[in-house]
C-alpha cells in the first residue's frame, strides 16, 4: 500500500509541474502582449517576468529531482556518471576469459595427443 501512495505522491507531484509550465506559458504569453502594445506596462512586465523566473527555477529543480529518484529507483544507488566504461571493461574482460579458455583446451589436447603417442 505504502508503494501505491509513494506512486501517487510521485505522480501528483508531476500533475504540479505541468501546472506550473503551463503557468510559465502563461507568464510568456502575457508578457509578449504587453511587449506588442505601444505603450508597455513595465509594472507588469516586471511582475510577469519575475514569475517567469521563478517558475522555471522551480520546475527545473523539481524535475532534476524526479531524475535523480527515478535514476536511484532504476538502478538501486545513486547516479555516478555514465557506465559505459565499465561495461565495455566487463565485456573485454569476459573476451578474455573465453580465448584463455580456448588456448587452455588446445593445450589440453595437445597434452592428451602427447601422453597417447
Do not use: W
Not at 62 to 77: D, F, H, K, N, W
Request: aromatic share 4%; hydrophobic share 35%.
Amino acid at each position: 500500500m505504502a508503494t501505491y501512495s509513494l506512486a501517487n505522491e510521485r505522480l501528483r507531484a508531476l500533475e504540479d509541474i505541468e501546472r506550473e509550465i503551463g503557468a510559465i506559458l502563461q507568464n510568456a504569453g502575457t508578457v509578449i502582449l504587453e511587449l506588442s502594445k505601444e505603450k508597455t506596462n513595465e509594472r507588469l512586465l516586471d511582475r510577469q517576468a519575475a514569475a517567469f523566473t521563478t517558475s522555471v527555477q522551480h520546475v527545473e529543480a523539481e524535475l532534476s529531482a524526479q531524475i535523480r529518484y527515478l535514476t536511484q529507483v532504476a538502478t538501486g544507488q545513486p547516479h555516478e556518471g555514465s557506465s559505459y566504461s565499465s561495461r565495455k571493461d566487463c565485456q573485454m574482460a569476459l573476451k578474455r576469459v573465453d580465448y584463455a579458455r580456448l588456448k587452455l583446451s588446445e593445450v589440453a589436447r595437445t597434452c592428451e595427443q602427447m601422453l597417447e603417442s
